[in-house]
């Protein structure tokens, strides 16, 4: 038996959305998309008046944590990095017609950088997360095990760069989004699934929580900020957007396809 033909196999229908979105681990993924909503909200204001998100250290402190941003610099590096970021992020925050290419072109330019490729498509799923979905090593495991992704080397489907060209990466992250809108908008029923048992899920079991978890935690800047807002289950659905849930379930599926977990597969 090859087991690595086997995994070829799977296909999307076949990933089981209701044992990826339960039994979190100390509330990780719960809590990350209570992060993601609070800075979600938080950047509409920033586009909707004139503040400046490169000065609020709270936005700021929320990202770096949810995205993971420049972790592996040294110290000095990182807030060299991270300054110029946010300043990047706020002189393009309501231009939804920034591609990958010119802000790949742009952090390259900060102090010792590079082709910051996972870093400038979340920035793009900041500015337009109806469109733009961000680029991450857990989505990328679930599209390459059922096909969607190969490498330089295959024939077939999205071609990954394997080398740090922009221009290369401008075409393959047009591709990347390119399948989302395909895949959400197709006549196929398995996008619509999943994103009816998100917001089941959403609903029963994560609302639930987030409302105890704002009871036990609302002295944090940014958990009090979203308790003032006295945000509502349809108020939150609606600064989640199709692209974002479907980003959601892939994430988590790729978190637990690394700990081998196979229930996140049906068996028919």
């Known amino acids: 038996m090859c087991l690595h033909n086997e995994k070829r196999k799977m296909t999307l229908d076949k990933l089981n959305v209701e044992a990826v979105l339960r039994n979190h681990t100390n509330d990780i993924f719960?809590?990350?998309?209570?992060?993601?909503?609070?800075l979600i909200s938080k950047f509409h204001e920033f586009c909707d008046g004139e503040r400046n998100l490169s000065e609020d250290n709270t936005f700021k402190g929320v990202y770096n944590a949810f995205f993971k941003l420049g972790m592996k610099r040294k110290k000095d590096d990182l807030e060299k990095f991270r300054v110029g970021y946010y300043e990047y992020m706020n002189r393009e925050k309501k231009n939804k017609d920034l591609t990958l290419r010119e802000v790949l072109e742009n952090l390259k330019k900060l102090p010792r950088s590079r082709v910051e490729r996972s870093f400038g498509s979340k920035l793009l799923s900041m500015i337009d997360s109806e469109n733009n979905p961000p680029w991450d090593e857990n989505v990328k495991i679930i599209l390459q095990k059922t096909g969607i992704l190969w490498t330089r080397k295959t024939k077939k489907g999205m071609k990954i760069p394997s080398n740090d060209c922009i221009f290369e990466w401008n075409g393959f992250y047009t591709d990347f989004c390119e399948w989302y809108r395909r895949f959400i908008n197709s006549k196929d029923t398995v996008a619509v699934r999943w994103i009816e048992q998100f917001d089941s899920w959403f609903k029963k079991d994560w609302y639930k929580w987030y409302v105890n978890f704002l009871d036990k935690k609302k002295k944090q800047d940014w958990?009090?900020?979203?308790?003032?807002?006295?945000?509502?289950?349809?108020?939150?659905?609606?600064?989640?957007?199709?692209?974002?849930?479907?980003?959601?379930?892939?994430?988590?599926?790729?978190?637990?396809?690394?700990k081998n977990d196979t229930t996140i597969w049906l068996k028919k």
Do not use: C, H, P, S
């Not at 609606?238 to 849930?245: F, L, P």
């Open 223 to 258: 958990i009090g900020w979203l308790d003032k807002k006295q945000f509502t289950k349809e108020k939150i659905l609606e600064n989640i957007t199709r692209v974002k849930k479907i980003d959601l379930i892939l994430w988590q599926a790729g978190g637990k396809e690394k």
């Open 30 to 38: 719960r809590k990350g998309l209570a992060q993601y909503i609070y």
